[in-house]
């Protein structure tokens, strides 16, 4: 009997995909692990593996498709002694990245042509400004079973995500009938208004030149995840100028030492090693927001944003403060140089407390970071410029001074615990042989 192959989820967060490339035609044979096509998520490429064997009956999703919708099917795979005459009159395309403006008769009429499946899930939700709702398929359809406004409903999983234990907890409110949501829509008209259409853009940019640059999977997702982030997360921000001149000194004296086992040390990784000891030392701000709870943790799992084409990456430097400053040296590198290739795996880049980004090696001064949820906080990282300075003794000299913006989430740390954690990255970055103790 003919088997369907679903477009798989990649990552717990995973919905929909772009299949970039398949790795096989109609009429190969696959065996098990056997590598059928190249998936381009939000953030990374990776290859799908067969997990049955047969021949490659048919192909449903071209290459170079995006929003393939996770548990599509995008292949039919027959068994030996079967034919193409034996797949049922059935998904010659399954729907995937459909416009959305093209409702109406023409969405319906996919949904016919589909063969019989198993109930899947509500398709995904969107806000009153027509603002996607992040949910998973399972929240999705329990929410529908149940008859809950995913829109009331405040996510708990990652980036605000909406998932099963948020809807299983949650009450049904009244619905309203179709006259009342059209009489309501006035009301809720300005709050929808969340700029310009892209049409009304393109109409004031009529006569000049431009050229229009489709947004990619990873660009949707940074859009969509950090303009909810400013709108939704109650950020307070925290400054402070360091002293860099005891940590250039003592690096430069641990660089000589480790430059025969081809180890040099940054000063990002000195930054990386005192937020994750802060985080020891001020347990509290060791924390994520969980939608109606706070979850402390106990390692520092240290999140470091990383420039890529097109992007960003926040690779996870987990237990950074058990590791040893040549240790999270050469983890940070293979992770910066993985990322830049969309190569990382999804739990690299997944979890952390915190996060760090740098932005000092472009001469920036200081600048705000957004928190990227459900992180509590982020240091935002400006470059070190030498600055008169008053000295202990009171003299006037000239030290190197580093500017560091902590933006922080205010439902998890409150500003006097949030000064106490700057404080503490502060004295571990000026007191730099502190941090081996």
């Known amino acids: 009997m003919p088997t369907e192959i679903l477009m798989p989820a990649l990552s717990p967060t995973m919905e929909e995909g772009t299949l970039a490339k398949w790795l096989v035609k109609e009429g190969d044979t696959v065996s098990s692990g056997d590598l059928l096509a ?3 998520t939000d953030k990374a490429t990776m290859e799908f593996e067969a997990v049955d064997e047969g021949i490659v009956g048919k192909i449903l999703i071209p290459e170079g498709t995006e929003g393939v919708k996770v548990n599509t099917a995008i292949a039919i795979l027959l068994e030996d002694g079967e034919s193409a005459d034996d797949i049922a009159a059935a998904p010659a395309k399954t729907p995937e ?7 109406g008769n023409e969405a319906a009429a996919p949904a016919a042509s589909e063969a019989p499946a198993p109930a899947p899930a509500p398709a995904a939700p969107v806000k009153a400004d027509g603002g996607r709702i992040f949910a998973s398929p399972l929240a999705r359809r329990i929410a529908a079973q149940k008859g809950l406004d995913l829109a009331q409903i405040t996510g708990s999983g990652p980036h605000g995500r909406i998932v099963k234990a948020d809807v299983e907890g949650a009450t049904a409110t009244a619905t309203p009938t179709a006259p009342a949501a059209a009489a309501a829509a006035p009301a809720t008209a300005p709050a929808a208004a969340s700029g310009p259409s892209a049409d009304m853009v393109a109409r004031m940019y009529e006569g000049r030149e431009y050229e229009e640059i489709q947004l ?3 660009r949707k ?3 969509a995840r950090l303009g909810e982030a400013k709108q939704t997360i109650p950020h307070f921000y925290l400054r402070r100028d360091i002293k860099l001149d005891a940590l250039l000194k003592f690096r430069s004296q641990l660089n000589k030492q ?6 040099k040390l940054s000063v ?30 106990k390692p520092s799992d240290v999140a470091v944003a990383v420039a890529i084409e097109g992007g960003l990456f926040t690779p996870v430097l987990q237990d950074a403060d058990m590791k040893s400053l040549s240790a999270l040296s050469t983890e940070m590198k293979d992770l910066a140089a993985r990322a830049r290739e969309r190569k990382l795996a999804p739990h690299e880049y997944q979890g952390g407390t915190f996060a760090i980004s740098n932005l000092g090696m472009f001469g920036i001064d ?13 240091l935002a990282v400006g470059t070190g410029v030498k600055k ?14 580093m500017s560091v913006t902590m933006s922080v989430d205010h439902r998890v740390i409150d500003g006097a615990l949030g000064a106490e954690l700057l404080k503490a990255i502060v004295d571990n970055l000026e007191n730099p042989m502190v941090m081996l103790a």
Do not use: S, Y
Request: aromatic share 4%.
């Open 258 to 263: 480790l430059e025969g086992r081809g180890v």
């Open 388 to 401: 008169p300075v008053v000295g202990d003794d009171g003299e006037l000299t000239v030290a190197t001074v």
């Open 38 to 40: 190249e998936i381009e």
């Open 97 to 103: 990245a459909a416009p959305a403006a093209d409702a």
């Open 366 to 378: 200081n600048f705000d970071a957004i928190v990227n949820p459900p992180h509590a906080g982020i």
């Open 268 to 297: 990002n990784d000195f930054i990386i090693k005192a937020v994750a000891n802060a985080l020891q030392q001020v347990p509290a701000c060791n924390a994520v927001w969980a939608g109606d709870r706070v979850l402390q943790l």
């Open 216 to 218: 990619d999977g990873m």
């Open 221 to 223: 997702t940074i859009a």
